[in-house]
């Protein structure tokens, strides 16, 4: 078993990692408009499209000497209507060092084949931009 999570009840709920013991408590919010004070179960979806990237690039960059630490996502989930779900997740990927042309094109592929990238429904919109320092 991967994780356990428990519906803690007034739309709060708390996910245990088995394997590290790591907690997460998420408050759903009543609707979309609501202040949001935690991660929803649909920001952490498209949350993890960002950091399943990152750990594809990190890993199999280690062979080719990439580095990629201090590197940034910001990333806009959008909900559609009718019926409710991610429509579409915006990401700008930032590099903070210089790369050349080929390991730039090796992070680019790597995140277009990424599982959690490859796992998405093809009905989400998925748009990714990605800048480095040079």
């Known amino acids: 078993?991967?994780?356990?999570?428990?519906?803690?009840?007034?739309?709060?709920?708390?996910?245990?990692?088995?394997?590290?013991g790591?907690?997460?408590?998420?408050?759903?919010?009543?609707d979309a408009f609501?202040?949001?004070?935690?991660?929803s179960p649909t920001d952490l979806f498209a949350t993890s499209?960002?950091?399943g990237i990152f750990a594809e690039i990190s890993d199999l960059g280690k062979d080719r000497n990439i580095d990629i630490s201090g590197a940034t996502c910001e990333l806009k989930k959008t909900m559609y209507f009718q019926p409710r779900r991610i429509g579409e997740i915006f990401c700008v990927?930032?590099?903070?060092?210089?790369?050349?042309?080929?390991?730039k094109q090796f992070i680019e592929d790597?995140?277009?084949?990424?599982?959690?990238?490859?796992?998405?429904?093809?009905d989400i919109k998925v748009i990714?931009?990605?800048?480095?320092h040079d």
């Open 1 to 20: 078993m991967t994780s356990k999570t428990t519906y803690l009840g007034d739309n709060a709920m708390e996910s245990l990692h088995n394997d590290s």
């Open 22 to 30: 790591n907690t997460m408590h998420i408050v759903i919010p009543q």
């Open 34 to 39: 609501n202040k949001r004070e935690n991660f």
């Open 49 to 51: 499209l960002a950091q």
């Open 93 to 103: 990927f930032k590099f903070p060092h210089a790369y050349t042309a080929d390991e």
């Open 110 to 122: 790597t995140a277009y084949n990424s599982p959690v990238y490859l796992s998405l429904n093809p």
């Open 128 to 132: 990714m931009m990605f800048e480095y």
